[in-house]
């Protein structure tokens, strides 16, 4: 008997699980990351961090600049098959200059890993990632890492996360010592006990408890240490918070995991909790309504574009978020804001910088569309139908820069960089009114760096960035724009769609334009 398009459909989405991991720099995302793919047969050996300087990189980094300084300075995306799911990884970047692409590419997430080295607890980078998944109100798993290392005790880090980011926590499992005195994990919800061999964890051992009293630990661990967990258990079992899903779903209670990624200690373990608790590709919401997933007609949103990932051709790759339906390479479908039917012939798949063409994919998939220049970020592709998500803000940069070109000659390249890499959301471009003068505006520093590092390698560019003091932009909306009211602390610009922006240099400068133009509206993401 032949399955219906419906029922595949269903089929698929229930296998998929799509989340993106998040974490400060040397958390440990990228060895996280390395772990998990390897237990999915994507890649055969994990080149570990300290490795990156000699002739090994991490798999999901690709760009150049990334390989130098081992760091993810993009977003990637890997995918792999375990245990009869389909996965689908979003590597957001950890590195403390992040740009507005990592923002982007926790929208195309159903779900986040959040990574927690088990000695610096809860840090800033974490904190801004962990706000723009609470705002979507998005399930949040954490993984508190490096248990092989002396680490806060458990307690604090649960305390922690509820005080500086306001989420509640659930203990999956509970460490068995830590450092030099890690025995193991013992896991709350299946009791057994989850044995640490020091570096060999290509096996797991794992033994079967009636409960934390169990004599096998006591002869295990020894007396100090089991006397430590039963406190600690018994504790937990009466004042802790109960595993709840649907509070899990809703993003008000994280279940966390103990393990040490570089020792291969606890993933397995996590990976199987992970996709038995986290949620398959969830409804979108559109101009006209809610999008389930399970709808027969195709659509999917662009949520990065990358230029020159392959340098030798000088490509653009659109990758698209799959939201409903089933894509087949070859299908037509309507690009929305253009207003025309195009055929979608060179859909890919990633692992990294290793593609392969794909025949079909499913809601929850990220694919990858050769880009001749047609797309731009928030674009929305459906099978008929004007279906536009409202997926993608544009978030407000905080340190901004004027740009010059070093060689009048080159306008024409210079132009093209500029376009480009605004389009890929690397930098916002701001004009000022008075003298048409450029300025460039980054969520972190590092984009700056890599701004200037794309323009001389990818388009032979030499730039200059002047730095400028201003903090804040606001998108405003008034129907009298004033532009003498903007002079002191703060410049009225234009960006690339003319919208009307107000650059601000402190807080005091912001609440005072606020006063003076008391019918405007202020806004922190595009209109």
């Known amino acids: 008997m032949s399955v219906s398009l419906k029922d595949e459909i269903i089929q698929e989405v229930e296998k998929r699980r799509t989340f993106a991991i998040i974490a400060h720099p040397d958390a440990g995302k990228t060895t996280l990351t390395e772990k998990l793919l390897l237990f999915g047969g994507a890649i055969r050996e994990a080149g570990s961090v300290k490795a990156r300087k000699a002739s090994r990189h991490a798999t999901s980094d690709w760009m150049e600049i990334e390989k130098q300084r081992g760091i993810s300075v993009t977003s990637s995306v890997m995918q792999f098959d375990y245990n009869g799911h389909r996965i689908n990884i979003l590597d957001t970047p950890g590195h403390q200059d992040f740009s507005e692409d990592t923002y982007r590419t926790l929208t195309a997430a159903d779900c986040a890993v959040m990574l927690i080295d088990v000695a610096k607890g809860v840090e800033p980078q974490t904190i801004k990632l962990f706000q723009v998944c609470s705002q979507r109100g998005i399930p949040i798993f954490t993984f508190i890492n490096k248990l092989d290392r002396e680490g806060k005790n458990p307690f604090d880090l649960?305390?922690?996360?509820?005080?500086?980011?306001?989420?509640?926590?659930?203990?999956?499992?509970?460490?068995?010592?830590?450092?030099?005195?890690?025995?193991?994990?013992?896991?709350?919800?299946?009791?057994?006990?989850?044995?640490?061999?020091?570096?060999?964890?290509?096996?797991?051992?794992?033994?079967?408890?009636?409960?934390?009293?169990?004599?096998?630990?006591?002869?295990?661990?020894?007396?100090?240490?089991?006397?430590?967990?039963?406190?600690?258990?018994?504790?937990?079992?009466?004042?802790g918070d109960q595993f709840d899903l649907e509070k899990v779903s809703r993003g008000e209670l994280t279940p966390v995991f103990f393990g040490s990624a570089v020792n291969n200690?606890?993933?397995?373990?996590?990976?199987?909790?992970?996709?038995?608790?986290?949620?398959?590709?969830?409804p979108r919401k559109s101009e006209d309504g809610i999008i389930e997933p399970t709808s027969e007609k195709f659509t999917g949103y662009v949520f990065k574009i990358q230029a020159n990932m392959?340098?030798?051709?000088?490509?653009?790759?659109?990758?698209?978020?799959?939201?409903?339906?089933?894509?087949?390479?070859?299908?037509?479908?309507?690009?929305?804001?253009?207003?025309?039917?195009?055929?979608?012939?060179?859909?890919?798949?990633?692992?990294?910088?290793?593609r392969d063409i794909v025949e079909s994919a499913y809601p929850g998939d990220i694919i990858g569309l050769f880009d001749p220049g047609i797309f731009r970020i928030g674009d929305s592709l459906s099978q008929g139908g004007n279906v536009v998500f409202n997926e993608l803000p544009t978030f407000s940069p905080e340190i901004f820069a004027k740009v010059t070109i070093k060689n009048a000659l080159k306008q024409k390249q210079y132009q093209k960089g500029i376009d480009q890499l605004t389009e890929e959301g690397t930098i916002q471009v701001f004009r000022t009114i008075s003298f048409d003068d450029t300025i460039l505006g980054v969520v972190g520093q590092l984009q700056?760096?890599?701004?200037?590092?794309?323009?001389?390698?990818?388009?032979?560019?030499?730039?200059?960035?002047?730095?400028?003091?201003?903090?804040?932009?606001?998108?405003?909306?008034?129907?009298?724009?004033?532009?003498?009211?903007?002079?002191?602390?703060?410049?009225?610009?234009?960006?690339?769609?003319?919208?009307?922006?107000?650059?601000?240099?402190?807080?005091?400068?912001?609440?005072?334009?606020?006063?003076?133009?008391?019918?405007?509206?202020?806004?922190?993401?595009?209109p």
């Open 158 to 239: 649960m305390e922690e996360l509820e005080r500086v980011l306001g989420i509640r926590s659930v203990p999956m499992n509970w460490p068995i010592g830590m450092g030099r005195d890690l025995c193991g994990v013992y896991d709350r919800m299946k009791n057994q006990v989850e044995l640490f061999n020091g570096k060999d964890h290509s096996t797991i051992e794992v033994r079967k408890v009636d409960d934390y009293n169990d004599s096998i630990i006591r002869e295990m661990a020894g007396d100090f240490l089991t006397d430590q967990l039963i406190a600690d258990l018994e504790l937990l079992d009466v004042a």
């Open 265 to 282: 200690f606890g993933v397995q373990t996590f990976l199987e909790n992970f996709l038995q608790l986290a949620p398959k590709p969830t």
């Open 310 to 354: 392959n340098p030798a051709h000088r490509d653009r790759i659109a990758f698209l978020r799959i939201c409903s339906g089933r894509f087949d390479r070859g299908m037509s479908v309507k690009h929305v804001r253009a207003g025309k039917d195009i055929k979608l012939s060179q859909p890919q798949q990633f692992l990294a910088q290793d």
């Open 448 to 526: 700056f760096e890599v701004f200037e590092y794309r323009m001389r390698a990818e388009y032979g560019v030499e730039v200059q960035l002047q730095r400028m003091t201003y903090q804040f932009a606001r998108w405003i909306i008034d129907d009298n724009i004033d532009p003498s009211k903007f002079r002191i602390n703060s410049a009225l610009v234009k960006d690339k769609k003319d919208n009307y922006v107000v650059l601000f240099e402190n807080e005091y400068a912001m609440r005072t334009a606020m006063e003076k133009n008391p019918t405007a509206k202020f806004l922190d993401t595009a």
